[in-house]
């Protein structure tokens, strides 16, 4: 489950400071403590609709760098080494009840506009994400 959460964290906050990468980790947890979304961290990341041969959607998942259609491997060195230290202290914050996020459950890079995200209360932004509940 820290390798899932990770991966989305190198994947989707790459370059972020430290405090914006637990928080999309926080983020993720949260969905997985809510009933609405699965509740274990791989599932949360992996969910989407998948086509009649079971392959993801293209751009239709939860987490953008799941079906964008580049390979999920991350990259040995600095960066990977930070997402999993990050992961790490996301969960480990999760476990004591702190939540850096307030209770986001979701969240996008500022240089997007979802669709979703005005039917949500937006909370803050930090670095290039803005989260929301």
């Known amino acids: 489950m820290l390798e899932c959460l990770a991966l989305a964290i190198y994947f989707e906050a790459q370059g ?3 405090i914006g990468q637990v928080a999309v980790g926080q983020t993720i947890l949260n969905r997985v403590a809510d009933p609405r979304w699965p509740d274990n961290t791989c599932e949360v990341i992996y969910q ?4 009649s041969r079971g392959n993801m959607v293209r ?7 799941y079906c964008d259609g580049r390979p999920d491997r991350p990259q040995p ?3 990977w080494d930070q997402a999993q230290h990050n992961a790490y202290m996301a969960q480990t914050l999760h476990r004591v009840g702190v939540d850096v996020t307030a209770g986001a459950t979701h969240y ?3 240089y ?3 669709g979703w995200a005005d039917r949500l209360r937006r909370l803050f932004q930090i670095g290039r994400h803005i989260f929301y509940r």
């Open 108 to 110: 996008h890079a500022d």
């Open 77 to 79: 060195g600095a960066a």
């Open 59 to 65: 751009h239709k998942c939860q987490f953008s760098f």
């Open 16 to 18: 972020e400071p430290d």
């Open 112 to 114: 997007v506009a979802p």
């Open 48 to 51: 989407g609709p998948r086509d």
